[in-house]
């Protein structure tokens, strides 16, 4: 079964760090460009950063730029979210999702269940 | 970035009835435009690509049309599984943005 899980989300003060994961399952994972897409308690859908199969481009949207980092190891199908200077704005449930391959755009096939990031004091 | 605008934000309908659920971009987006469903307390899924591609899976009822900044999602024959949030997306430029969600609810 196709397959993604993330994880390490939690409650995390203003100011502080979280590292989220996503373990990928039942595809070949190197051939597959990534994306984190987050969304806030009630709110609609935000794209967060997109990395390529090979890791040889990377893409942040403006909100989170120069603050989260995105990486990726093929060898242990994971993708990683590294989230510093967190922010409450950046409460949300945050998805990883996976590029439809064969479309030269960019639509997201397969989703994660998400894992919820709160930053609050 | 561009702007995805959707049309309207909520309506109520009936089982069997024609739904259209329209996106507008600020920009010209070609084909670029693709279609979700989310339900409460799940991932979204993802119905159209390419405007009018039907992702593998998803019920022919399904359809998606337009190019360029105007673009439309249609349902036509609304079942009791369909009623969600709907977003339009674009993959135009490489800051995908999303459409703010139109709700379908059960009249």
């Known amino acids: 079964e196709v397959q993604l899980v993330e994880s390490g989300g939690g409650l995390v003060q203003p100011g502080g760090s979280l590292r989220l994961s996503c373990a990928a399952s039942?595809?070949?994972?190197?051939?597959?460009?990534m994306n984190w897409v987050r969304q806030a308690p009630g709110k609609g859908l935000e794209w967060v950063s997109y990395?390529?199969?090979?890791?040889?481009?990377?893409y942040y949207a403006d909100s989170v730029k120069g603050r989260f980092t995105i990486s990726r190891d093929n060898a242990k199908n994971s993708l990683s979210l590294q989230m510093n200077s967190l922010r409450a704005e950046d409460t949300a449930v945050y998805y990883c999702?996976?590029?439809?391959?064969?479309?030269?755009?960019?639509?997201?096939?397969?989703w994660g269940q998400g894992t919820m990031v709160t930053v609050s004091s | 970035d561009i702007q995805m605008t959707q049309s309207p934000s909520s309506l109520s309908a009936s089982v069997g009835d024609r739904v259209t659920i329209t996106c507008r971009a600020s920009?010209?987006?070609?084909?670029?435009l693709n279609w979700y469903q989310q339900k409460p307390g799940k991932a979204p899924k993802l119905l159209i690509y390419?405007?009018?591609s039907l992702q593998s899976g998803v019920p022919s009822r399904f359809s998606g049309s337009g190019s360029g900044t105007d673009f439309t999602l249609t349902i036509s024959s609304l079942q009791p599984e369909d009623f969600a949030t709907y977003y339009c997306?674009?993959?135009?430029?490489?800051?995908?943005?999303f459409g703010q969600g139109t709700k379908v609810e059960i009249k």
């Open positions: 390419a405007a009018s």
């Open positions: 997306q674009q993959s135009y430029s490489a800051s995908w943005t």
């Open positions: 990395i390529s199969s090979s890791s040889s481009t990377i």
């Open positions: 920009q010209s987006i070609s084909t670029y």
């Open positions: 039942g595809f070949t994972f190197s051939s597959f460009d």
């Open positions: 999702a996976r590029d439809l391959v064969g479309y030269d755009g960019d639509a997201f096939d397969i």
